[in-house]
């Protein structure tokens, strides 16, 4: 399973992001899907997860309310909305596949498959 997420960039503390990752594996729908995040120097840090068929959503504390993960089997992708972003939210975005696709898994452990990343900048 290859990942690629794309959608990062630089924005000022309010702003939003929606950020994509497009899987190319044809048994997509059997996959959990999940949202990491890392700054250097620190432990990579969930952010949110999905099952299969997109019913059940997990969330860090940290971005409930204000994150949105969903997916589109049709298209073999998973998305982040981030709203109302502050610079604590600045890292390096991960998306991430397991083939526990309840949702329900949200150690970095759990995930076999990892994209490589995209840089997601909040200035105050």
């Known amino acids: 399973v290859q990942l690629q997420a794309s959608g990062g960039g630089l924005v000022q503390a309010g702003s939003s992001l929606r950020l994509s990752c497009v899987a190319d594996v044809s048994t997509f729908w059997r996959l959990g899907l999940g949202w990491f995040r890392q700054i250097p120097g620190k432990e990579r840090e969930f952010v949110a997860a999905?099952?299969?068929?997109?019913?059940?959503?997990d969330y860090a504390d940290s971005v409930k309310g204000r994150f949105a993960i969903s997916r589109d089997n049709a298209k073999e992708s998973v998305y982040l909305q981030m709203n109302d972003l502050n610079p604590d939210d600045t890292a390096i975005y991960y998306c991430?596949?397991?083939?526990?696709?309840?949702?329900?898994?949200?150690?970095?452990?759990?995930?076999?498959?990892w994209g490589p990343g995209t840089l997601v900048t909040v200035s105050s």
């Open positions: 999905i099952s299969g068929n997109g019913e059940t959503t």
């Open positions: 991430a596949a397991s083939w526990d696709f309840t949702g329900r898994i949200t150690r970095s452990m759990d995930f076999r498959f």
